[in-house]
């Protein structure tokens, strides 16, 4: 079946950097997104990763190895406020029509 | 900004009753999107349309059906809700040259079925 992988929860301290890593099993992959969702809001689109390497926007980056079924996101700098959950999210076509998998998310806690 | 709306922030039917949830979207986007959003499940995708009148199913579409009568709306009904049903539902668009990877979301409905 269709999967992607991500650990549920990650904590670490303000102004550190954090990676949240994602592994998949899809067939028709063609890239990997990642979403941020605080808590009562609405999921966010951050990066994309169509090309293998790094994405990098601000004090986060995405990477992708295709060869690996991997990727992650990496927020430097970390700040109170990104506190939330990240989700990744790949890409697939089917036929004609395109759509996105969601792994299960991966909640970060931001410690002062 | 990319605005998406839904009809509903929170609802609360009986089993049994018939529910419409509506998304609206003020971009002209042509892929309109429904996710049910379950703790632990992260997003699963109910139905997709990327024309007006046109539909596809996505992972969960049992117990669902859409809508899409204008390019802007997309109707979400469940016939004859069940418990199971008891959920986040949240709508999203996305341009067709993005439709594969950056989509934008509407702030969901809660919807509680007893």
């Known amino acids: 079946g269709q999967s992607l992988e991500q650990p549920s929860e990650v904590t670490a301290v303000e102004g550190a950097i954090v990676q949240i890593n994602c592994t998949y099993q899809t067939s028709g992959f063609y890239g990997l997104s990642w979403y941020q969702q605080h808590d009562g809001g609405a999921p966010t689109f951050l990066s994309y990763n169509a090309l293998d390497g790094l994405e990098e926007t601000g004090r986060f980056s995405s990477f992708l190895s295709r060869s690996d079924s991997y990727g992650y996101l990496l927020l430097q700098e970390l700040q109170m406020k990104d506190s939330a959950s990240y989700f990744c999210?790949?890409?697939?076509?089917?036929?004609?029509?395109?759509?996105?998998?969601f792994g299960s998310g991966t909640r970060l806690l931001v410690r002062p | 900004d990319v605005k998406v709306t839904q009809s509903s922030r929170y609802l609360v039917k009986r089993t049994g009753e018939k529910v419409f949830l509506e998304c609206v979207q003020d971009?002209?986007?042509?892929?309109m999107f429904w996710y049910r959003q379950d703790p632990g499940l992260g997003l699963r995708l109910i139905y997709f349309?990327?024309?007006?009148?046109?539909?596809e199913k996505g992972d969960i579409p049992e117990g669902y059906s859409v809508s899409r009568e204008k390019k802007e709306r997309f109707s979400l009904i469940l016939e004859s809700t069940s418990t199971n049903q008891t959920s986040m539902y949240l709508c999203?668009?996305?341009?067709?040259?993005?439709?594969?990877?950056?989509?934008?979301f509407g702030p969901g409905t809660r919807l509680t079925v007893t």
């Open positions: 971009m002209d986007h042509e892929n």
């Open positions: 349309s990327y024309d007006v009148k046109m539909k």
């Open positions: 999203a668009s996305s341009p067709i040259d993005r439709e594969g990877y950056e989509q934008y």
């Open positions: 999210a790949g890409s697939l076509t089917l036929d004609s029509s395109y759509k996105l998998i």
